[in-house]
């Protein structure tokens, strides 16, 4: 949980203005203030935590099923071609509002935002080593 109310809280209670595009009882979404292209949008759940995995199943899925029809909706009104979910957790993963959210980045054939990072190279022991390791745990869980 984060220490304080976090900007989008702050968002959420109406005490600051945002764009919004989008409210139910569990989410919010609306505009990024520094957009990234036009119709850039942050889709937040309305109980602050600081990452992804701290946020209940149901809470997980009220954001999953409003984020396709809004990414859709988004594209749809901006002419956009694709789009860019980016989701970032911790600071180390360039996080900086510290109340989990999704971006949802509109995009274009030759837009210049980019989006390739550096691959790794590893061999197929790492690999299956690791594999091994992070699949020994037995409490993910998720069903079938
Ligand atoms: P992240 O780096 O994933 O934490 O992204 C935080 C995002 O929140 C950035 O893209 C900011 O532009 C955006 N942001 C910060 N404050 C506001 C605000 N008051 N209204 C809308 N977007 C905001």
């Not at 036009?38 to 009220?62: C, F, N, S, Y």
Request: glycine share 12%.
């Amino acid at each position: 949980m984060s220490a304080g109310k976090s900007i989008f809280s702050r968002i959420i209670a109406g005490e600051i203005p945002c764009h919004r595009v989008f409210e139910n009882a569990h989410v919010l979404a609306f505009l990024d203030i520094h957009p990234l292209a036009p119709g850039h949008t942050l889709v937040v759940p309305k109980r602050e935590v600081d990452l992804l995995d701290q946020l209940t199943p149901e809470e997980i899925g009220a954001v999953a099923r409003v984020l396709g029809p809004l990414a859709r909706r988004i594209v749809q009104v901006t002419g956009a071609a694709g789009y860019n979910i980016l989701q970032n957790n911790g600071v180390a993963a360039g996080q900086e509002v510290r109340h989990v959210h999704f971006h949802i980045i509109p995009r274009r054939v030759g837009d210049g935002l980019g989006y390739r990072w550096n691959a790794r190279e590893s061999g197929p022991d790492d690999l299956a080593a690791l594999a091994a390791k992070i699949a020994a745990e037995a409490s993910i869980g998720g069903g079938a």
